[in-house]
Nanobody, 118 residues
Framework: QVKLVESGGGSVQTGSSLRLSCAAS????????MGWFRQAPGKEREEVAR???????TYTESMKGRVIISKNNAINTLYLQMHNVKPEDTAMYYC????????????WGQGTQVTVSS
């Protein structure tokens, strides 16, 4: 059974840093395309960052320079390091995985809430 379990969310102040984690089981991060998405109330879900099997990363323009996506293949864990967070970053953050670049997301985590106060 494939599971993606996010953690690390919480309520923080503007300008804070935090690290989200995604523990994957049933798949290997070394062979899957992994990514982080977020969805705020009333907004469309958007991709925040992705990392391919080789470790190449891509970021959304709105968060470029404020987030770093990384992974530890030895323990099948994905991370999103967030820096200088803003109130507009408030959203549910989801971990996602797919096997091939051309595929739609195959697996989703349940999400972890990030709330940023002014």
């Amino acid at each position: 059974q494939v599971k993606l379990v996010e953690s690390g969310g919480g309520s923080v102040q503007t300008g804070s840093s935090l690290r989200l984690s995604c523990a994957a089981s049933g798949i290997t991060t070394i062979t899957y395309y992994m990514g982080w998405f977020r969805q705020a109330p009333g907004k469309e879900r958007e991709e925040v960052a992705r990392i391919d099997p080789a470790g190449s990363t891509t970021y959304t323009e709105s968060m470029k320079g404020r987030v770093i996506i990384s992974k530890n293949n030895a323990i099948n864990t994905l991370y999103l390091q967030m820096h200088n967070v803003k109130p507009e970053d408030t959203a549910m953050y989801y971990c996602a995985a797919k096997y091939r670049v051309r595929d739609d997301v195959r697996y989703w985590g349940q999400g972890t809430q990030v709330t940023v106060s002014s």
